[in-house]
């Protein structure tokens, strides 16, 4: 550790602040507004192309049918990932670690929702009396 | 930013992850202070909207499980029309390009372009939730409205929820491009519109898995 260079180093920073760190939803290095708009074009060709896939999957005997639903699923995930990646800008820069563990968070308590609910009314839909 | 020289010897390793405790610029480990304010409303704006994910996953759920309880009534493959959500799905992409097109026009401080490109991100949000309500009218006309049954309760319920979303998203769109015209670019303003794209691009996101798990998934079925 060089605690002298390091207080140097804080006090030229403008205001105190650390502006190496990045809020999710910017990118900054761009310096042309060309690069800037590059990346929201790139995910947008890329989510046509996958939206493209997913109705035409639909409709095709190129997939084995019960594989349908499935393939639906991993376009569909494919996509939110696209959209995060190109216009979300969460990436995986150790300046976006907090934007990262939360959305992880995020992803661990909407499956813990989703695969819980369907799990235990299946089980409870099984186990029911007869109606008649 | 770290002086030019630095940038220089940093080329390599734009975050100084190797550099960590020489410097004092590695970032995330509060060696060059607290984050900036405009990190800190993005990151808790991020936590807001992973919230109401996880609100909207609890929709989800109950549509999953509720998705077989149609009641004698009609199931989803006899009510979707994929011509129709092709085209909500169309007009809420494109509304998710040009919202980051107004914040690129943001980034380099041009009011024209930010405003002009809000005013498209509008209309096609409008154009999305016109067709969307059209959908609905259909559906209650044909005697397939909420209160049929819990699959289209269900329905109703994560659709129009994320319909109302837009809509709000659509009223503080309007108040944007107002404060915008008003106040211009300031501190404050571009705060709001950080905020209000993240809340847009995830409309974008939540629509991806309503048109997969409901239309798409309703239609194969």
């Given at each position: 550790m060089n605690a002298a260079g390091d207080s140097d180093n804080r006090q030229g920073r403008q205001a105190g602040h650390d502006e190496n760190d990045r809020a999710p939803g910017i990118v900054e290095e761009a310096r042309t507004p060309g690069a800037a708009a590059r990346s929201y074009a790139i995910g947008l060709a890329l989510s046509i192309a996958l939206t493209v896939a997913s109705f035409y999957v639909l409709g095709t005997r190129l997939v084995w049918a019960p594989a349908i639903p499935v393939a639906l699923l991993v376009l569909a995930v494919a996509q939110i990932g696209v959209h995060l990646v190109f216009f979300l800008h969460i990436t995986t820069a150790p300046d976006n670690t907090n934007n990262v563990l939360?959305?992880?968070?995020?992803?661990?308590?909407?499956?813990?929702?989703?695969?819980?609910?369907?799990?235990?009314?299946?089980?409870?839909?099984?186990?029911?009396?007869?109606?008649r | 930013m770290a002086a030019p020289a630095a940038d220089a010897a940093f080329a390599g390793d734009p975050y100084h992850v190797g550099l960590e405790g020489q410097s004092g610029i590695a970032t995330g480990h509060g060696e060059?202070?607290?984050?900036?304010?405009?990190?800190?409303?993005?990151?808790?704006?991020?936590?807001?909207?992973?919230?109401?994910?996880?609100?909207?996953?609890?929709?989800?759920?109950?549509?999953?499980?509720?998705?077989?309880?149609?009641?004698?009534?009609?199931?989803?493959?006899?009510?979707?029309?994929?011509?129709?959500?092709?085209?909500?799905?169309?007009?809420?992409?494109?509304?998710?390009?040009?919202?980051?097109?107004?914040?690129?026009?943001?980034?380099?401080?041009?009011?024209?372009?930010?405003?002009?490109?809000?005013?498209?991100?509008?209309?096609?949000?409008?154009?999305?939730?016109?067709?969307?309500?059209?959908?609905?009218?259909?559906?209650?006309?044909?005697?397939?409205?909420?209160?049929?049954?819990a699959f289209l309760s269900?329905?109703?319920?994560?659709?129009?929820?994320?319909?109302?979303?837009?809509?709000?998203?659509l009223l503080w769109l309007g108040t944007m491009m107002a404060q915008v015209f008003v106040k211009g670019f300031r501190t404050d303003i571009l705060h709001r519109l950080i905020c209000f794209n993240l809340f847009w691009h995830t409309l974008d996101i939540i629509w991806v898995a309503i048109f997969t798990v409901v239309f798409l998934l309703g239609l194969g079925a």
């Open positions: 939360a959305l992880a968070f995020g992803v661990l308590i909407v499956g813990l929702i989703l695969a819980g609910s369907l799990w235990i009314m299946a089980h409870l839909d099984r186990n029911m009396m007869p109606m | 060059g202070g607290p984050a900036s304010e405009r990190v800190i409303v993005g990151y808790g704006f991020w936590l807001f909207l992973l919230s109401d994910i996880v609100m909207f996953s609890c929709f989800f759920a109950a549509y999953a499980v509720l998705q077989a309880a149609t009641a004698g009534g009609p199931t989803g493959r006899e009510l979707f029309n994929p011509g129709r959500v092709a085209a909500e799905t169309a007009c809420l992409l494109l509304s998710s390009f040009t919202c980051g097109m107004s914040a690129v026009a943001t980034q380099f401080r041009s009011r024209r372009w930010t405003q002009a490109s809000l005013f498209v991100t509008g209309l096609l949000g409008l154009a999305f939730l016109l067709l969307e309500a059209s959908d609905f009218r259909d559906m209650a006309a044909r005697g397939a409205g909420p209160d049929r049954s269900a329905f109703f319920a994560l659709v129009g929820c994320h319909g109302l979303h837009v809509s709000a998203g």
